[in-house]
DNA sequence: CACCGTACTATACACTGTACGTTATGAGGA
DNA sequence: TCCTCATAACGTACAGTGTATAGTACGGTG
């Protein structure tokens, strides 16, 4: 037969890959993770991932895709705020769970069976709700965006809290601000430490986000 | 006297480095940036850099500090909220004339002189508009993550959109799902296409959290 | 068995950020 | 005026990166 699939040799699979990718990702940071190593890993030189993806943005968007697979489905037993209320936290649980996929959501567009399987799921409560596709997609984007960037900036601080230097070094600047030039964030320099993350943080602005949805209700 | 303040020898200072800096990102793209690019631009060795910054997060620090200073101060005749839209209207704007800020933003912890002074202007028309501190270091946290989210996807989608091979691929790989289990995605195709940005899309979601605000509203 | 597509290897290139050691220039004190 | 010394800038080098290109060896099909 002329098109045949693809016969692995020996080991190595898409899978397979994706999976050495996520496990380097999650051990050793995504900044430190490379082509090179996730072949090393593998025992197979760095050019034998290029059989099963083209560069390293398509291994990108397979792992991104095979995270996005561990996300459940939109729950039955809710109303729609509620079921927005579900699907946001769970991303952003997976998001914190596995922290490479803040920087795999962001700079890449979505692409994929499962990635196309949850926006499916967030449009159909929206539809059913019974907004209308503008409106529906809209929201869609609105919510997808505050989830990313409020989960990706938490990340970023809680890893910045981490680094013992690079944190001192934050303080310290902060203190060494004019209370005369800037007395609000003197003022609530300890708020701000406070609000940079946590469920509390996130469901706050989900709930500002719901409340403006809930005006819009239709019917 | 011990402690003098450095002399630079010749033509290179902090701000001329973070000039060129902005130059080549903005010309060759963020993506293509790098220490030894400015340092070419500038006719000097790849180290002499170093002696202005410890690394090329602190160049991107710098940078990113040199942009904020363009954002304009809070208007004064405005109600509360029309002074919120401002701010997170020109903190997109700014970011959508200089792509490389989002880059900047995410990924580096808030620091520097013009950075505070931009939080200061925002915290200080939550105070006055009478939030106590807790709420309104959360509603900046929330505000400051929906822009910066839903400005960086929007510059992303654009910059994918103007790579005709990429953007090819997403529409054939988007129009290839089954609508058999993915209605709502292949049924609202065109819609999301259209709300991967544009002002309307971002005061949609601006105003939705405004909205929740509102509710909200002290006193 | 002979063939051919293909999974994988080997080599190489053009880069990257930056650690280390050296040079030479300018300002301050004698 | 000369000496001294801190330091701006240089040169070299290293350990990496992604990936283009060419070659090799194996497995299923004729």
Not at 127 to 146: I, K, M, N, V, W
Not at 164 to 184: D, G, H, V
Request: net charge negative; with cysteine.
């Amino acid at each position: 037969m002329g098109h045949m699939a693809r016969t692995p040799r020996n080991t190595l699979s898409s899978e397979l890959i994706v999976r050495t990718a996520l496990e380097l990702m999650e051990s050793k940071g995504t900044d430190a993770f490379s082509l090179r190593g996730v072949a090393a890993e593998l025992g197979v030189g760095p050019m034998a991932l290029y059989t099963y993806f083209r560069n390293k943005d398509e291994l990108y968007d397979a792992v991104r895709d095979h995270l996005m697979g561990l996300l459940p489905d939109v729950p039955r037993d809710e109303d729609w705020p509620g079921q927005v209320r579900a699907v946001c936290r769970s991303l952003r649980l997976l998001m914190l769970q596995h922290p490479c996929l803040a920087q795999l959501l962001s700079g890449r567009p979505l692409s994929g069976h499962e990635t196309a399987r949850v926006a499916e799921g967030l449009l159909g409560v929206l539809r059913s709700a019974g907004f209308d596709p503008e409106t529906a997609a809209r929201t869609h984007t609105t919510l997808f965006t505050y989830v990313l960037g409020a989960t990706s900036w938490e990340i970023q601080m809680a890893a910045e809290r981490r680094d013992p230097e690079a944190w001192r070094r934050l303080r310290t600047t902060m203190e060494s601000l004019s209370a005369r030039e800037f007395p609000s964030v003197v003022e609530l320099a300890p708020e701000l430490a406070r609000t940079t993350g946590g469920d509390e943080q996130f469901d706050y602005g989900l709930e500002l986000l719901l409340e403006g949805l809930r005006v819009r209700t239709p019917s």
